[in-house]
DNA sequence: TTTTATTGATTGATCAGTCAATCAAAAATA
DNA sequence: TATTTTTGATTGACTGATCAATCAATAAAA
C-alpha cells in the first residue's frame, strides 16, 4: 500500500478525526488510539507524524482557527461598510459549520485545556484578538474609539457565551436568534450614543446602500 | 485522633480542596490523591466518603451553585425596585468571590464534563435557567415579556461570555467593567424599546427612589 | 537497495477504586 | 470507676485498567 506523499493526506485525516472524535465525545480525554481509528490508521502513525498528543491537538485547534479566518476574510470581502463588517463577523461567527454541537463541544474543551497548556491558550488568545479587533475596525468609523472598544467587548462576550450556551443543549438559542441577538445588542449601543455621527445605515445592517 | 463527627467536616474540606485543586490547575485532570493531599487526609478517605471522583466533583459543582444562590438571594433582598433586581443578579455574577482566576477556571472545566456526565450538565443547566429566570422577573415589568425573555437572553449570554473572557487571562475585564458592560446592554436594550412603560429609573439603577 | 509508510507488541507510568488492618473515642458492662 | 466492646475514622498497600510513547519489524514503492 505505501504510496509516497501520504504524510500531508494522514496529517489531515488525523486532524480531522481529531476534531470529530473530540466533538463527538465533548472531552479532550480521548485516546491517541480512538482518533486514529476513527482516521483509518493505527496509533502509532498518529505519534510517528505527530510526536505527542499535544501536538495533535493543537494543530487541531489551528485547522479550526484557521477555518474560522478563512471564513472571515470571505465574509469581510463582501461587505461594502464598516456595519456590514460588523454584521458579516457576528454571521460568521455563527455560521452553521462552526456552530454545531461537535465543534462547540470541541472549542469548549479546548478553553479547558487553555489552563493548563500555555500553548493552546495563546492560540485562544489569538482568536479571542482577532475577533476584538476586526470588530474594533468596522466600529471605529462608527462611534468614538473608546466606545467601539467597549461595544466590541461587549459583542465578543456575547458570542463567547451563546457559543457555551449552546454546549449546553438545553433550550439552544436558534442561529437566528443568536445572530439577532448581537445585532441588537450593537445597535441598541450604536444608536444610543449621542449621535455625533450619521447611524442611518445602522438599523438595517444587511441592506446596504445601493451605489 | 478519631473524633466522631468528621463526615461533615471531611466533606467539605474536600469539596473545598477540590475546588482549589481543580482551579489551580484548571482542569478536571486532578487525581483523588491531589485533592485529598489538598485536603489533608489520604486519597482513601475521600473514596470512603464520596464513593468516586465523580460524586466528589458534582458535590464541588453543587458547592458552587449553592454559594451563588445563597448571593443571588442576599443580593435580591436588598433590592427594591425590579431594575434593581437585574442590576442585583449582574452584580452578583462578577462579585470577587465568584470571579477569580480559580473559580472561573474551575466553572469552565465543568462545562467541559457536561459534554460527558449527564448529571453535570444538567447542575449547568438548573444554574443557566436559574439566572435566566430570576432575570427575567425582574424585567418582564420593565417590557413586555417576549423582550423580557429576549434582553435575559442577551444579558445572560454576555455573562457567561465574559467569564470565558476572564479565564484566558489576557487583558481580561476588571470587576467593574465587567458589570457596566451588561448594564449597559439592558439598559440599551430597554430604552431602545417603543416606551410604553415608564423608563424613568433605568438610566441609574443602583440609585433607587427614596421611600 | 534505499527510503517511506505502517503497524503490532511492548513498556512505563498513572490512577481510580478496593481492602484489610489500625487506632482511638464512645458506649456498654461489670 | 475500671474494663470491655463496639464503632467510626483513617490509611498504606494493592489491583486492574488505561494510555502515551517507543521500537523493531514489514511491506512496498522508488
Do not use: C
Not at 47 to 76: E, M, N, W
Not at 138 to 153: C, H, M, Q, T, V
Amino acid at each position: 500500500m505505501p504510496k509516497l506523499g501520504m504524510e500531508p493526506v494522514r496529517r489531515k485525516a488525523l486532524v480531522d478525526a481529531a476534531l470529530r472524535t473530540i466533538g463527538s465525545q465533548g472531552s479532550l480525554d480521548v485516546t491517541m488510539s480512538d482518533i486514529a481509528r476513527e482516521a483509518g490508521v493505527s496509533a502509532a502513525l498518529a505519534h510517528h507524524y505527530f510526536g505527542s498528543k499535544q501536538q495533535l491537538l493543537i494543530a487541531t485547534i489551528r485547522a479550526l482557527l484557521g477555518q474560522l479566518r478563512t471564513d472571515a476574510v470571505a465574509a469581510l470581502k463582501a461587505a461594502a461598510t464598516p456595519r456590514q463588517r460588523v454584521s458579516a463577523l457576528i454571521r460568521v461567527s455563527f455560521q452553521a459549520d462552526q456552530f454545531t454541537p461537535d465543534v462547540v463541544a470541541a472549542w469548549l474543551a479546548f478553553y479547558g485545556q487553555a489552563q493548563s497548556a500555555d500553548e493552546v491558550r495563546h492560540l485562544l488568545v489569538i482568536y479571542a484578538r482577532r475577533l476584538h479587533s476586526n470588530l474594533l475596525s468596522g466600529l471605529k468609523p462608527l462611534s468614538g474609539p473608546d466606545d467601539a472598544r467597549r461595544i466590541a467587548d461587549g459583542a465578543a462576550a456575547m458570542i463567547d457565551g451563546l457559543y457555551i450556551r449552546q454546549s449546553l443543549k438545553a433550550a439552544p438559542l436558534s442561529i437566528e436568534a443568536s445572530v439577532t441577538l448581537v445585532e441588537d445588542y450593537v445597535s441598541g449601543q450604536l444608536s444610543g450614543l449621542n449621535n455625533t455621527l450619521p447611524l442611518t445605515q445602522s438599523l438595517s445592517p444587511l441592506n446596504g446602500e445601493r451605489d
